[in-house]
């Protein structure tokens, strides 16, 4: 129950696609689910994040697409770019504790 | 600002030894957790810390111990190493009140 499953594990894209990555939970206790965008040597960095209030969140070329009785979120990026190939985690937390649960990762390649 | 700084960046040690890692968050932010991130498991949650206590603990086993100073300031040990350990660990900081947890660029833990 405490698992968030994603999918897909790589995706490669031209250069201006829109890859989706998709993740599932089972905890209805989640409110909070952010994704990470990680470079190699890197540390995972904070790209955007929603609460279960809201179905959608765009930032900039990135949104979020939230369903909630479904259980479901899925990262967008629009007009994707070569410098966006990296790894992309979703996660999810519970209120009241930075204790997130990560999905196991989409590596993204776009080409240009 | 600066962001969450960890220390050393890389480590080699010899299994059986003990390993201690530093992380220094944000100025500002209370909160801090640690991660491992292994190619085979993905991220797993060890332990979360504020105001010198510790508010969580993941699956892990007791050579894994952590501890947080008045100052915020982190750290995590690992004893009786093993070639398992090996992984890159993440220390993460966060203003309490907030979601968001920022994410340091690591330590690169090598058990030879």
């Known amino acids: 129950q405490q698992q968030v499953k994603q999918s897909p594990q790589s995706l490669i894209v031209q250069k201006g696609g829109i890859p989706i990555i998709n993740c599932a939970y089972e905890?209805?206790?989640?409110?909070?689910f952010p994704w990470y965008q990680q470079f190699p040597g890197k540390g995972p960095a904070l790209l955007i994040a929603i609460r279960p209030d809201v179905s959608e969140k765009k930032e900039g070329r990135f949104t979020i697409s939230f369903n909630k009785s479904a259980k479901q979120f899925s990262l967008h990026i629009m007009d994707s770019q070569p410098g966006d190939s990296a790894t992309y985690f979703c996660?999810?937390?519970?209120?009241?504790?930075?204790?997130?649960?990560f999905g196991t990762g989409t590596r993204l390649k776009v080409l240009a | 600002k600066a962001g969450v700084t960890q220390t050393p960046r890389y480590l080699i040690k010899t299994r059986g030894q003990q390993v201690t890692l530093s992380c220094s968050p944000i100025s500002g932010h209370r909160s801090v957790s640690w991660y491992q991130q292994t190619p085979g498991q993905g991220l797993q949650f060890l332990f979360e810390?504020?105001?010198?206590?510790?508010?969580n603990k993941g699956n892990f086993p007791g050579r894994f111990s952590g501890r947080q100073f008045s100052n915020s300031r982190s750290e995590m040990n690992v004893s009786t190493l093993e070639l398992g350990d090996s992984a890159l660990y993440l220390c993460?900081?966060?203003?309490?009140?907030?979601?968001?947890?920022?994410f340091g660029q690591g330590t690169r833990l090598t058990v030879v």
């Open positions: 810390y504020f105001s010198e206590t510790q508010r």
């Open positions: 996660a999810a937390s519970s209120s009241g504790t930075y204790k997130y649960i």
């Open positions: 905890n209805t206790a989640f409110d909070y």
């Open positions: 993460a900081s966060s203003l309490v009140g907030t979601f968001e947890a920022f």
